[in-house]
């Protein structure tokens, strides 16, 4: 990268000094708290990424679902349809197609990502484009196949301290004991996601039960006999280094049901007769529940609000989930956490992240809710939100009431594993960028910005996730 | 104009790449795919404006409505009574009761329009002001008799390369007719805006039936000949050259009703029995079965949702409808527009362009929306919106997740003739100084903001509208 | 203070043109039209303040919600319990603590006040930290005993005109009396504030209702004597220079009840057998009621929507009320104010001023209402939004609307007297700011702005809040 792109993301009349924010945590680990990269990657000793596209495009529905908003198939795209039905398998044609409408990315995150990734995951120099495209999937192709671009080779050289990955509640973590049995040392820890038995409408919840109880040799046949396998998941998931648990749900609504009540509806669930009311008041009691065991047994909560999945059917009937057919819907957080909040929200014991993609509610409710509740923190911003303009928002709107210390640092939610360093590199540019206008402006003063910058760059991460131990 | 304003609206950090972007596009013609000119004004070899206030000010809600709120009567400022009441006649006088206001409009768009009108469509030099007041209104009505200010001439002087009027369901287009028979060859064409049949709530929808009965020769007595008549009327429009319909609706919302629902609905509103809740559906069924239309015919479909019409009672009764006193109110779409985007969403031969007054939705739905289904497009920010910072904080908050491309440039959407050039002058003073920071941030190079500049400026509102043919 | 720090808060690249927006007005009289400072301050002819701690910690629940968030116990800080169990009472340990953890107001506007008020109030050179935590106290300590720190001194010092109050419809008002009464000059006035009779879900309503009943002599046993005690006590408040009310609620929601209804629920409300739903219909009705009070007797009515109190409940029982856990909920003003708007909002003798806590609302409703309604003005932002950012936000979504002169430039809000100026200098340094920006970009030009700051931070409040005369 050429001079003056080493100061990229930056205000121009700000730069000196955003630079040397910067500078001073551009060589700090990177702490990777929460994402979804698979845990097979990093198990297997020798692992075969594909072609480019393989590993690149198919995957990754932030590129995908662009493209098809513009009316591109994704068959055309090798996106693999449930039915079998054949779709486009020359990769280099993928690749091409890629390129040739890489024009649709121009000031998206995603294109920022890609642009880095090649440059400095991949050290090309050409810009991706209808010309280059197929002498760059050559020379990524080529680097692909190298040792030094293995999984565990990347993950020395982007400099990761921890990164968690995302399991099933009834998951065996087969690839993290994998992982700690092998001579590798690198620090790969589950996160523990029970939404699938949980959520008593997802899609094959019994088959969902039925695994956790063989995972756990607890038969599941009452509400009590659930909670154990939970417990049971928990503390096996802790013995494999997990920190945190991770909830996802469309609404933030909590509520405490009385024994009976859940007892009642979760065997209406096992022969399955349970209500779209059931399975709603259900989620909002197990989130409550959850948030218990976290004071017990100490796992950091995070909640993840606000996405509607899989909007388009035609999508998902015919290609399945997260295919970038999920959209935002409208949070609400003050009256729905309060039941949660009234039980655990000032335990000291207790952490619970807060993601959400509604930026209206970040000063009106998450904000003023941090800057009280001792429990409470907030997640960076996620998703759609994961950007320049999404983080200088998230700064803007939420510093103020909530201060940084009930922020939580960055974590990059990526299934994209060469693109967790560009992820990190924007944050730390962003935050950089952010707290270089405030010196500017004498709000703060610049021995107080290098303290932020490290905090929102390692410390803030480490510490929420309670991963110093 | 002087040096420094030649500058006007940009950052001054970024002032040179801006005006570099700027330039490269200030030359192109205007495309105003929709707003509200009078074609009459058009059809008309020779127009007569009236004067200065019966031009600028009684037709401009933007204008009197500020003025109003600050407790001046709209009868001082000449708008007419519905009851006939007589009302300010001396149009001097009214000129000098807004001049001596005109410090209300500080930092609006309002003002901003208004200044550029008199120095680059009039050719005045004084700024406006109680002094300068009556010298002003001399020079203008001294210009509107002249005929290189006649709207033919002024067409030509904007280099409007097409203009979108919005005509009514059951219009005759006379006005459309007569500028397709003269001999003149500016393109002006109709919009096809079925809200008055299609809204059962509609004052007076009885007649507005019995009109389109009349100028489609189709007898409405059902839902089915209702169908008819409305596809009829869109074959006229588009014998005339429209490439577009117009909705606007108080809310997203969508359904399907069956045949035997709409049918009933249709006819309790022939026997003006209808109730609220038929006729919220109806519309929310028509909006779907106009979409599909749309599919059929080609026709680009525009929404507009969240204004909340005619808010002030008293206004309304004296002074009728378009009095300032439209008041947005909060919009849903992820769950409010799924049914229709379940029907046509990924539809290749679909276009909706969305529009609406709530800017919480922008990064919340809008955005994600626009950057999944292949049929809908962002229009840019509208009514209050129509603004610097708005157009800002529209660029801030879509593109990143949409992206540049599933948006569609720039429209008026104005009834104030002489302000086209002003508006679409901010529009792309706006892009420029949102690309120009962009530049100077290394997101963009420079080479794709000229690319994207001319898109911004004319290249997307043209394709997305579909009037290159 | 030291010459960068003269210009703090000051975009750098428009920095010289803020400076002389500011120094323009940096010498003008504080206009303090709302606030909770207490009357009994500026009653007293010699006010102790006690410790540092007892001035500046313990009553501002700014600071320790903060501290309390990051798990510090409100006991630990000197916080009274209401059970009387005994709380830290070494105020130099408490100082302490709160240095310790004086990292968390980074980038706050507690940060900014604090920072402030020891520069510029106590004329401390150090920064507050750990270190200098105790001679800094001793300094406080040292000039809290000093005459020209008394409250009355610090008035003239402020350079404050005129400062308004908030007192309850009950009270005797015996601290503005003896203001009244007493030899100094300065101008403290009270705010007629009803909501503790108002809203009939109010802790110990009857005993309220009671105090009404003695202080005005009247015997409230129905609806009419109620509306009769309420009328009473605004023309005592009037009597001691009360300009305007001020009005709190959950929401905005307005109606007019019949008499009847009225008068039923009234009665209920005395039997103790009110409903949530009576008591939320009643106070929609009441804000008419006053409204309508307004009319006739000129005060101006301030409206306050959108804080959830005492969120946390361990807080408030421990604790009581306005310890830093009112959260804020989502708003909705289009609707909920149209009946009291239908009302009295285009009358010429009425004005209204809207506070809220959802800045989503800003431009979607609050802009466009101000922009039409003769009564309607808007108030500063408000309480998490008193800070740089969000006083940026106000401008930035309302102005091009509502226009400038819809709003009231800025009130404190503020229950800590020694903050005044600081808050004061936050909204005249963003204010210039702001106006420099639009300066620089040539939306005005420098004689506009240097109006416009005489208006933000003088004028505006004055008028409207009528204190002229």
Request: hydrophobic residues 40%.
């Amino acid at each position: 990268m050429n001079s003056p792109s080493a100061d990229r993301y930056f205000e121009p009349t700000t730069r000196d000094i955003a630079r040397r924010l910067y500078d001073a945590v551009n060589d700090l680990p990177l702490i990777c708290p929460h994402g979804h990269v698979d845990p097979a990657m990093l198990a297997a000793p020798h692992y075969d990424y594909g072609t480019p596209v393989d590993l690149l495009i198919i995957p990754d529905h932030y590129i995908f679902r662009m493209l098809y908003s513009q009316g591109i198939a994704l068959e055309s795209l090798g996106i693999p349809r449930k039915d079998g039905t054949p779709v486009e398998t020359d990769h280099r044609r993928i690749w091409q197609l890629v390129a040739d409408h890489w024009h649709l990315f121009r000031a998206t995150p995603t294109g920022i990502w890609v642009a880095d990734e090649l440059a400095n995951v991949f050290s090309i120099q050409e810009k991706f484009s209808s010309a280059s495209a197929q002498a760059i999937y050559d020379q990524i192709a080529e680097k692909l196949v190298q040792p030094d671009f293995q999984p565990r080779a990347l993950f020395e050289r982007f400099n990761i301290e921890v990164l968690a990955t995302t399991d099933p509640a009834a998951s065996r973590l087969e690839h993290h004991r994998a992982i700690r049995d092998s001579e590798w040392t690198g620090r790969v820890i589950p996160t523990f996601r029970p939404d699938a038995v949980v959520n008593l409408d997802t899609e094959g919840w019994h088959d969902h039960i039925t695994c956790l109880s063989e995972v756990t040799g607890i038969n599941i046949h009452n509400y009590s006999t659930f909670i154990d396998a939970l417990k049971h998941q928990r503390a096996v998931f802790q013995s494999l280094g997990a920190t945190a648990t991770d909830h996802a749900a469309l609404e933030a609504y909590t509520e405490r049901l009385t024994s009976a009540e859940s007892e009642a509806i979760f065997q209406r669930a096992l022969r399955a007769t349970a209500s779209g009311d059931d399975a709603r008041r259900f989620t909002a009691h197990m989130l409550s529940e959850m948030a218990r065991m976290s004071v017990d047994d100490g796992l950091v909560m995070q909640l993840h609000i606000g996405a509607y999945r899989n909007h388009n059917p035609h999508v998902f009937e015919q290609f399945g989930r997260d295919m970038g057919a999920d959209i935002p819907v409208h949070s609400e957080f003050t009256r729905a956490l309060k039941p949660l909040l009234d039980d655990v929200g000032s335990s000291p014991n207790m952490t619970l992240i807060l993601f959400n993609l509604d930026e209206a509610t970040y000063s009106r409710e998450l904000a003023p809710l941090a800057g009280h509740y001792p429990a409470l923190r907030l997640g960076p911003p996620w998703w759609f939100f994961d950007s320049l303009y999404g983080m200088r928002r998230f700064f803007e709107t939420v510093i103020e009431t909530a201060g940084l210390y009930n922020t939580v640092g960055f974590n990059d939610d990526t299934r994209a594993y060469p693109s967790i360093p560009a992820r990190h590199d924007v944050w730390r540019r962003a935050s950089a960028d952010w707290l270089a206008g405030l010196v500017a402006r004498h709000i703060i003063d610049e021995d107080g910005a290098h303290e932020m910058i490290r905090d929102l760059a390692y410390n803030l991460a480490k510490t929420a996730y309670r991963m110093s131990s």
